[in-house]
């Protein structure tokens, strides 16, 4: 009787706002008898006093006396400590209340938000569905950048998603960019042709503020214009100009070797960067450099590799690191050089470059563009990719090899065995295009070009790999509605790596994809040499595959303009000489130019490497520089 009298007194000077008088009430009343109640009532006290640090302690307390307010209480202990910025305490109470998030999509919320800033996307996934049912449209907008951030989880409900969120927000141009990504993925050619006008009309007008909420890689797919590329930069860690400065004047031992690290999620054999730059790593030497790979690959990945990875470099693993433990391992290493081979891609760890590992940081490969909003000192690629005029909308320093920037490794693929056109379901008496770019690659122009070149070829067929069942289906609509039958469009499947090698034999003349070009995909063409046209592009990503057809002597392939690229692909296909010269022409030169020399190409990612550390050692700021040329060689560099 004593403690409700007691409580009594607390609850009316709380209702009365003598919130003082109230805690001293409470407080007496604990010490006698701790219940739920009177802890939530200590709760609500404690945030009226400007303490919501000891409130969520309460309401924690709360919920551990049980009683059926017990749930409620925990609501609001995870939301006061997520408040707090506590928010290991948050996610921890949160597990509690793991199968009813979707009674309380404010906890689904939270929890999306904390695990999206620890990188944790594929887990934060798990909520997309709850959060895109709450009539909150903050929540509806953290479901879509869910969507969006785990984008390479083929998940066709993604496109409804972002559909819901745009018929929420139909004025939002970013959530409009957000609509096409998915729109892409599944090529929905008809929502495409919609709403890309409105964008590129916005555009037009002088409205460029919402590209900043697109993502870095999905911007390249819909825009060949450097300055719209450089504004996109959603999902980036922040930067500024002065941790550069203050990376750069940290201290650094320079040793007799310079130490390399490259940083990757990608190191394992199977993967196409593995297929590029293995034998790179393998024929560094090692009496001038120290390779580490610092490697963030999924362990699920690492199970299939049957590669020996010591051959490559000292593997050191920072998968389960946080960004800061992963760069205090990187600078307790002196790392002289740090390549990240990521860039804007899915798995991504750019942030770690954001905290200063090394004194010289450089991007390479993965990426096809400035790796924007991120401390770079260097982007490696060559005279086709990084042109004089591409110098204003990079943060990075060019460093150009001299031939090609893309590596291919020779030694360890297999070269393509021929394979008869029956073994793989196409016509024998047929002139074959072939198209195995990603399918988001391929735009309502490029299908439209395409389109041009059959109707004008009717001896040809077109042979495409799906992406998904669902692209596919779109692909062939799209066809048939430009007044190609299906019986001239042949969709196929992934294979394994092999057996994709083999049957690329089976085309007459691959097509290339833009604003983005094939890039593993191109050299595996002209490996299996399969001739490849293309055109001039305006940026990185749309100028790949020009420079990977000059490295292996068939610049012709490169056409000047969209109306040059028909005109080649519909000459080849009535002059099938012609196009046999060029295809002996790349079996012939295999082996003697330089696509395919991993060792020279090694030797000149050396000589940048080299480069980079005498002008800092020096003290000089990185400049733009090229990479001299090797002397050409005088036979082949390889017999297999």
């Known amino acids: 009787m004593l403690n409700e009298i007691s409580y009594s007194v607390a609850s009316k000077h709380f209702k009365a706002g003598r919130y003082t008088e109230a805690l001293a009430a409470l ?45 409620a209480h925990l609501v609001n202990s ?12 948050a996610l921890a109470l949160s597990n509690k209340l793991i199968n009813r998030f979707h009674k309380h999509p404010d906890i689904a919320f939270i929890v999306g938000k904390l695990l999206l800033e620890r990188g944790e996307n594929r887990i934060a996934r798990t909520l997309k569905n709850i959060l895109m049912k709450s009539d909150n449209i903050d929540h509806i907008l953290l479901g879509a950048r869910i969507a969006i951030t785990t984008w390479d989880v083929f998940d066709p ?17 970013a959530v409009r960019l957000m609509f096409l990504v998915f729109s892409r993925e599944n090529s929905r050619f008809d929502n495409i042709e919609i709403h890309q006008p409105i964008i590129d009309a916005a555009i037009a007008s002088g409205d460029t503020s919402f590209v900043a909420d697109d993502g870095t890689f999905f911007n390249l797919h819909w825009t060949g214009d450097e300055h719209l590329n450089q504004l996109a930069r959603s999902n980036t860690p922040f930067f500024t100009p002065e941790m550069t400065a203050r990376r750069r004047a940290l201290p650094h031992m320079w040793g007799d070797k310079i130490r390399i690290g490259y940083m990757s999620s990608d190191f394992f054999d199977i993967h196409a960067t593995m297929k590029l730059i293995r034998r790179v790593l393998e024929l560094h030497d090692r009496d001038r450099f120290e390779i580490t790979l610092f490697c963030h690959t999924d362990p699920v990945h690492l199970q299939m590799n049957e590669a020996d990875r010591s051959q490559w470099g000292d593997v050191v693993t920072i998968y389960d690191m946080s960004d800061e433990e992963a760069c205090d391992e990187i600078r307790a290493r002196n790392i002289d050089i740090l390549v990240d081979l990521k860039g804007h891609t899915a798995n991504n760890r750019t942030s770690i470059l954001n905290l200063g590992a090394a004194p010289i940081q450089v991007a390479w490969i993965g990426f096809p563009g400035s790796t924007v909003n991120v401390d770079l000192d260097y982007a490696i690629g060559d005279p086709y990719v990084l042109q004089d005029s591409s110098k204003p909308f990079y943060y990075e320093k060019f460093v150009r090899l001299p031939e090609c920037y893309q590596p291919n490794d020779s030694v360890n693929r297999p070269l393509a065995q021929k394979v008869t056109r029956a073994q793989v379901g196409l016509p ?35 042979w495409i790999m799906q992406s998904s069942p669902y692209s596919s289906a779109n692909i062939l609509k799209k066809f048939n509605a430009k007044g190609i039958h299906s019986r001239r469009v042949f969709i196929t499947g992934k294979l394994d790596y092999e057996l994709h090698l083999n049957r690329i034999t089976a085309a007459d003349l691959g097509l290339d994809t833009f604003p983005v070009n094939g890039h593993t995909t191109t050299s595996e063409q002209l490996w299996a040499g399969l001739p490849v046209l293309t055109v001039k592009g305006t940026n990185f990503a749309s100028r790949v595959s020009e ?94």
């Open 547 to 640: 420079s990977l057809l000059n490295a292996i002597g068939t610049p012709e392939l490169v056409a000047e303009d969209d109306k040059d690229y028909v005109r080649q692909a519909v000459f080849y296909a009535q002059n099938p000489d012609r196009l046999k010269e060029i295809r002996d022409r790349i079996d012939a030169n295999r082996f003697v130019t330089p696509l395919f020399d991993a060792e020279r190409f090694c030797r000149h990612l050396e000589t940048a490497y080299e480069m980079m550390v005498e002008r800092a050692k020096q003290g000089a700021e990185p400049d733009h520089f090229d990479v001299p040329a090797l002397p050409k060689r005088d036979g082949p560099f390889l017999e297999r």
């Open 27 to 71: 407080n007496e009343l604990i010490d006698a008898k701790k219940d739920a109640r009177t802890y939530a009532l200590l709760a609500r006290t404690l945030r009226q006093v400007g303490l919501p640090d000891q409130a969520a302690t309460a309401y924690e307390l709360a919920y551990q006396q049980g009683g059926m307010d017990a749930e």
């Open 157 to 173: 409900s993604d496109l409804e998603t972002a559909r819901v969120l745009l018929s929420r927000l139909p004025r939002e141009n």
């Open 428 to 462: 024998e008496d047929a002139f074959v295009f072939a198209s195995f770019n990603a399918n988001r690659k391929i735009t309502p122009k490029v299908m439209d070009m395409w389109c041009e070149i059959l109707k004008k070829t009717p001896n040809s067929v077109i």
């Open 78 to 89: 995870i939301k006061l400590f997520y408040e707090c910025k506590q928010n290991d305490k």
